[in-house]
């Protein structure tokens, strides 16, 4: 069983389109991060997030502790928005290492 | 705005070939991470590196894997022989504290092996 998961594993909308991109975890953690990944590879965090839910531009992210589900949301989404979004857990022994979901991989038509 | 730099950007080798893919992190972090992305797949911890010793490997690090921080700005990861299955992106990352806080990933270097 992955300790990550994400839904929807592929996500196409048109531009405008308010989007939702789902986490769930089954492993005590320190931090949710939301990430994204561009089609060249790099990765970019996005958030971090321990309680709450926190905005950034178009971009917000929560989580639930208690359910252990975050979701990131995109309001007035852009083409450029397309990119592949992963969730990962810090992992709360040891070095904190990240556990990474599969990723959701959004396409934005304009 | 301080970064992670990641060398070389695409390494192709041949397999049973060493290679070493090199990092450095942001200057001030004190904790540094190796992961790979097989084509296809989500991202895997390999190991986690802090005052100058392995903190954490995963399955995945084994003895053909090695991690140094010679010279207190690169971080490197060698390969003593690899194989097709090593082919991957590998990504450094760094932070600054032990606690909940910020990962900065490397732009990652492409390993094809041949």
């Known amino acids: 069983k992955n300790e990550v998961e994400q839904s929807p594993q592929n996500l196409t909308a048109q531009e405008g389109e308010f989007i939702t991109i789902n986490c769930s975890y089954s492993?005590?953690?320190?931090?949710l991060h939301w990430l994204q990944q561009h089609p060249g590879g790099g990765i970019v965090s996005l958030f971090m997030l321990s309680s709450g839910k926190k905005k950034h531009g178009r971009l917000i992210a929560t989580i639930n502790i208690q359910e252990k589900h975050s979701s990131l949301h995109i309001t007035a989404s852009h083409p450029r928005d397309s990119a592949v979004y992963i969730c990962a857990v810090g992992i709360i022994q040891g070095a904190q290492k990240l556990v990474f979901g599969q990723g959701t991989r959004l396409t934005i038509n304009p | 705005e301080p970064e992670v730099t990641q060398t070389p950007s695409h390494q192709v080798t041949q397999m049973g070939q060493e290679v070493i893919l090199r990092c450095v992190p942001i200057s001030n972090h004190l904790y540094f991470y190796w992961y790979r992305q097989i084509l296809g797949q989500k991202v895997e911890f390999l190991v986690s590196?802090?005052?100058?010793?392995?903190?954490?490997k995963s399955e995945i690090f084994d003895d053909q894997f090695s991690v140094e921080r010679p010279d207190g700005s690169n971080f490197t990861l060698k390969i003593r022989s690899t194989k097709l299955e090593d082919s991957a992106m590998y990504f450094c990352?760094?932070?600054?504290?032990?606690?909940?806080?910020?990962?900065?990933f490397g732009p990652g270097t492409r390993l094809t092996v041949l």
């Open positions: 492993v005590g953690i320190s931090a």
């Open positions: 990352a760094s932070k600054w504290t032990s606690g909940s806080d910020t990962q900065y």
């Open positions: 590196f802090y005052n100058n010793e392995i903190s954490e």
